[in-house]
């Protein structure tokens, strides 16, 4: 599994929103304002005016104490209907769970820190998002077939108020559930976990540059073979680097005593046994770009399997020269510093991706990446009943459940991967998929013709080519809509040890809660408002 | 200003109203309204009468915006059906008193109360003297309304229509699923809001009760209005005359009847006139509250 967080370009991801939702919306208007002029001909214009003016006024007039009212009802009705039993299964889960997950010997290894903490998030996750989808996708569905919801729109509530206000009282309804079973599992991992393995390192990442072996640039390493290209991999005792550029760079990236924290997990790669006792050897070297000057650090055994943390201090010592050197003021230019790493042992080879080095900044204390990390679920578990709650308003519960559970699906990043390359399969030439669209792969497959092989040149075949086509267009719209869910899993960071970043993962998150949150209750709303609240 | 309390404004008024009912595909399935024209006066009681499937709880949820119109124009307070502010000055009491069953009197109260944006205290105050004036006994105000009788749910049902203390009352079937008690107690109640001068717009099936409270009715069949107008008018029989005296001994009956034939009148019914059932058991209910063990057998016996 790839962990590599990267930042999210705030500025692009907001232009794209703004063209894909004001696109969206355009063709949205224009074909209810043309299925109006069908329908009502003459007076098109005026009623579809007198709808628009009704809409702006609604949107003016919502009243926060409505939506409060409608939040509160919806909160006790989820009380009161015994929702909240959940809460029975949980506890079964935990009250056995040490049972299955301890070593046979009891004790506990960084990786049981991992399986832990895992397994408490996961578990939170997989019982609160399946509840809040349930009663969400069901709320209005059964206030419209019971009819009470009749009492309510006879009222001056605004349908945007009562959307607003069953997503507020799911989501009351999930942040309860979700803030006492965090608290639990807290609990749970602190006494069986001792705490100086509960660590929340907080890295500082780089970008990565890679030289070959004569020290020309090159888009990534060597592959020494392995199909998973995360890393890539530097020869030994060549001119082949790996070159991490650092930003942001200055006194405070040093601890109390002045030292800088590298910490690295890099993977060697054995071309011939050679001595096994020995590990393979890389060194770091400090290159300051604008003045050329540079500082070789003292050879490093690699850690298999295991981060290896090298403290580097602040006053360089270059005995060869007689000099001394001042990190911070030698080696760091606006805020950038450059660390170039390469392997020493000739022939053999050490692989490395992006994430593999970074700086460690001063640790936190573990609730602090646990609670992001559950942070991060109520993000999720938001977004769960604003899609749940907009499905409801114009299809039925279970429907409305379906829906929602297989956005969630499709959003998960597996899924979304297979989706680019479908999508990129037509338009380009290299990640192209063989085969083609659908109609051309079923009648290849029933007509046992190989992928490679050309269809014939005809009418039939040209219509069943723009049709794939199609299809793969409608996909594409598919992809623009569902939302990328894996920035919602910061589990992995806390299970692995790291603190959750804000800029790659709750950020992205919040950003994708809102871009969703606005059209969805704006389609919420217009859904109610265009319906007969009457159950057929 | 009319004997009725209504004036000539308009609260309500219906152009041409008609709505069909549509299947899965569009096609015309049933046709519930069909250019119903009428409008409801301020401060009349107006009842809307019909059998099953006439058209009556169509037309009121499509005064209410709960349906769109096929055709036709609807002016409520001015406004347009689907325009929410017109629901500021409205009260409406569902046909079953659809609330939330999780919520006991006074929460739903409180939340009907919050969609009117009233602040706490008044909220407060409204439930509880809503809550005194449909008569919920004091010790049911605290349980849930799925612990609640068909006349228990009917009279909270009342309370959240009167909430916002309306202009407008719309009550659909006001009076079905309660006891002689609870019917008495729901005419006298709409009576009274038309005395505060509120209008009062009522579907009905059930025709004495109608009778009882409605200024003007009208009458639906198969979604076309069929008759209109006021009840003691439509009711008034042309051809006959009506007298009413003390009780007379049968020589000064015979004697009545002999002046009446001598004006050449068809004499068609002499007897006693008799109480409705509904005042008889009211009385009844009463005498037994006063009188604990109190019977009356009408074969002769008493105890």
């Known amino acids: 599994m790839t962990f590599d967080p990267r ?59 409505r939506v409060w009212a409608v939040a509160k009802l919806t909160f006790m009705e989820a009380y009161r209907r015994k929702a909240l039993a959940v809460f029975v299964i949980f506890a079964l889960l935990f009250m056995f769970a040490g049972w299955f997950m301890g070593g046979e010997t009891g004790e506990i290894t960084p990786d049981h820190v991992t399986v832990y903490v895992s397994f408490v998030l996961r578990t939170i996750s997989w019982l609160t998002l399946p509840l809040v989808l349930v009663l969400s996708s069901f709320g209005i569905p059964e206030d419209i077939r019971l009819r009470s919801i009749h009492t309510v729109v006879t009222k001056p509530a605004r349908r945007l108020e009562i959307v607003l206000g069953r997503v507020l009282g799911f989501s009351l309804v999930g942040t309860l559930v979700l803030g006492v079973m965090s608290v ?51 020869e030994g005792a060549t001119k082949a680097r790996a070159i991490w550029t650092f930003s942001n760079i200055s006194e405070r990236s040093l601890d109390s005593e002045g030292n800088l924290h ?37 050879a490093r055994p690699v850690n298999e399997n295991r981060s290896a943390k090298d403290v580097v201090p602040r ?26 790493v390469s392997c020493i042992d000739r022939e053999q080879y050490l692989g490395m991706a992006r994430p593999d080095l970074f700086i460690r900044m001063p640790d936190l204390g573990f609730e602090s990446g646990y609670f992001k990390a559950v ?114 899993n910061m ?31 704006l389609l919420g709303y217009f859904a109610l408002r265009i319906r007969e609240l009457e159950s057929k | 200003m009319s004997q009725s309390g209504a004036t000539k404004e308009s609260v309500i008024e219906i152009r041409n109203l008609s709505k069909v009912y549509r299947d899965f595909w569009g096609r015309p399935k049933v046709k519930a309204l069909n250019a119903l024209s009428l409008d409801v006066r301020r401060g009349e009681v107006f009842g809307l009468l019909g059998p099953n499937g006439s058209g009556k709880t169509t037309t009121l949820k499509l005064l209410l915006g709960l349906l769109f119109p096929t055709e036709g124009e609807i002016k409520i307070l001015g406004k347009s059906a689907a325009d929410v502010e017109k629901n500021e000055k409205i009260g409406y009491l569902p046909e079953e008193s659809y609330l939330y069953r999780f919520l006991n009197a006074y929460e739903t109260l409180d939340f009907y109360g919050r969609l009117f944006d009233m602040p706490a205290s008044v909220r407060k105050e409204r439930s509880e003297k809503l809550l005194d004036l449909v008569k919920l006994a004091p010790q049911a105000r605290r349980r849930q309304l799925k612990e609640y009788s ?73 979604g076309e209005l069929k008759v209109m107008g006021r009840v003691d008018e439509l009711l008034k029989a042309q051809d006959e005359t009506q007298i ?15 002046v009446l034939k001598k004006h050449g009148a068809n004499v068609l019914k002499v007897d006693q006139p008799t109480a409705n059932l509904e005042d008889l058991f009211l009385k009844t209910v009463q005498e037994s509250r006063e009188r604990p063990g109190h019977r009356t057998v009408k074969d002769g016996t008493a105890s």
């Open chain 1, 7 to 65: 930042p999210m370009d705030l500025l692009p991801a907001l232009d794209y929103w703004l063209r894909t939702v004001g696109g969206i919306a355009l063709i949205v208007l224009l074909t209810s304002l043309m299925s109006v002029g069908v329908s009502h001909r003459g007076a098109a214009i005026k009623l579809f005016g007198g709808e628009s003016v009704g809409c702006l006024k609604d949107l003016i007039s919502l009243s926060p104490r």
């Open chain 1, 184 to 234: 639990v599992g807290w609990l749970w991992i602190v006494r069986q976990i001792p705490s100086e393995l509960l660590v929340c390192r907080v890295p500082v990442y780089g970008s990565l540059e890679f030289r070959d072996r004569s020290g020309n640039p090159a888009a990534a390493g060597v592959n020494t073979g392995d199909i998973w290209e995360f890393r890539s991999y530097i």
């Open chain 1, 262 to 298: 590298l910490e690295n997990e890099f993977l060697a790669f054995r071309s011939y046994k050679g001595d096994m006792k020995r590990s393979l050897l890389y060194d770091y070297q400090l290159i300051n770009k604008k003045t050329g000057q540079s500082y070789t650090l003292p």
């Open chain 1, 315 to 340: 006053k360089l010592v270059d005995d060869a020269q007689k000099k001394e050197y001042d990190l911070i003021k030698d080696f760091v230019t606006d805020g950038k510093l450059t660390v170039e």
């Open chain 1, 375 to 488: 942070l991060g679920i109520e993000i999720l578990m938001v977004l769960v009943v604003l899609l749940a709650v907009t499905g409801s308003t114009f299809l039925k519960g279970p429907i409305a459940a379906l829906l929602t559970a297989v956005i969630l699906i499709l959003g998960g990043k597996d899924c979304h991967e297979f989706m680019d390359q479908l999508v990129l399969g037509r338009t380009s030439a290299t990640e192209g998929f063989r085969g083609g669209g659908f109609f051309e792969s079923v009648y290849r497959i029933v007509t046992h013709m190989n992928p490679t092989t050309e269809l014939p040149q005809n009418p039939a075949f040209t219509i069943m080519k723009y049709t794939d086509g199609f299809l793969t267009d409608f996909l594409w719209l598919d992809k623009q809509v569902i939302p990328r869910l894996e920035f919602f």
């Open chain 1, 491 to 521: 589990a992995e960071y806390v299970s692995k040890g790291f603190d959750v970043p804000f800029d790659s993962s709750l950020l992205p998150s919040l950003m994708i809660l809102l871009g969703y949150f606005i059209p969805c209750v």
């Open chain 2, 150 to 222: 068909k006349g228990m749910t009917r009279r909270i049902g009342v309370a959240q229509a009167l909430i916002n203390d309306p202009d407008l009352v719309m009550l659909d079937e006001p009076t079905s699923g309660l006891d002689p008690l609870g019917n008495r107690d729901m005419k006298d109640l709409i009576l009274d809001l038309k005395k505060q001068g509120k209008t009062v717009l009522m579907c009905s099936h059930l025709l004495a009760d109608v009778q009882d409270v409605c200024d003007r009715i009208a009458i639906l069949y198969g």
């Open chain 2, 244 to 258: 009413l005296s003390s009780k007379l001994s049968p020589a000064a009956i015979e004697e009545v009847q002999a």
